[in-house]
């Protein structure tokens, strides 16, 4: 399978702990995006990479998100000291493209929930 | 800022129906428009994508449309089938940003 995986597919943490997540593209894709998904709503953009440049944030992305994609291939997304209102979907998306237009490629999400 | 909405926020239809799902938009300087099924707890599924200067794509039983001067997209599904259940969500690329904003979707029910 070639598609876009996430890993892991389930978190469960204490409030205040730390957690990483990590994506893998679609191998050739150059372009990479972090979303959060709550219950009954679309997908809330958090950041996205062009190879290995994080080039936006959202200002939805507190400092207590960072991620990284540091060779241009996989992406990590972590949250340090987290919040019982972290808990979501986080889903990644790539796509190819080199300009505006580009179909874009999910994973099946990262579910976390903070106890 | 990009807003988008879909309508109905829920569907229920008996199997074999043909329907219509609403996305709208309000900046009609889009990219691009993308729709995507979700199955619950499930990442999301690329259906269609329309580029700015295309009026519709076409994928099996799937039709979707674009009217960037009104502002709206429409999604057809022909003949629908119990396995179409699933929320499908539009997304659109505009407005000089490379990121979607997406409706919250719309909760398809096909019973038998």
């Known amino acids: 399978d070639t598609g876009v995986s996430q890993n892991p597919r389930h978190k469960i943490t204490k409030r205040g702990q730390n957690v990483t997540f990590r994506c893998d593209p679609i191998?050739?894709?150059?372009?990479l995006y972090w979303y959060r998904q709550t219950l009954g709503q679309g997908p809330e953009f958090l950041t996205y990479f062009q190879n290995e440049a994080q080039l936006e944030k959202s200002r939805l992305l507190s400092d207590r998100f960072s991620a990284e994609r540091p060779k241009g291939s996989f992406s990590t997304l972590e949250i340090q000291r987290t919040e019982q209102g972290d808990s979501a979907m986080y889903l990644c998306a790539s796509s190819f493209q080199t300009g505006i237009k580009g179909e874009q490629y999910f994973g099946p999400g990262t579910r976390l929930t903070v106890t | 800022k990009q807003e988008v909405t879909q309508i109905p926020a829920a569907l229920s239809v008996p199997e074999g129906e043909n329907l219509v799902l609403n996305c709208s938009f309000t900046d009609s300087a889009i990219y691009n428009l993308q729709w995507f099924r979700q199955d619950p707890g499930k990442g999301l599924t690329s259906l269609l994508l329309i580029q700015s200067s295309q009026r519709e794509q076409t994928s099996g039983r799937l039709n979707a449309s674009l009217d960037k001067s009104s502002g709206r997209s429409t999604l057809y599904i022909a003949a629908s089938q119990p396995g179409d259940s699933a929320t499908y969500l539009c997304a659109v690329k505009g407005g000089g940003s490379y990121i979607p904003t997406f409706g919250r979707g719309t909760s398809l029910i096909v019973h038998p």
């Open positions: 191998s050739e894709h150059n372009r």
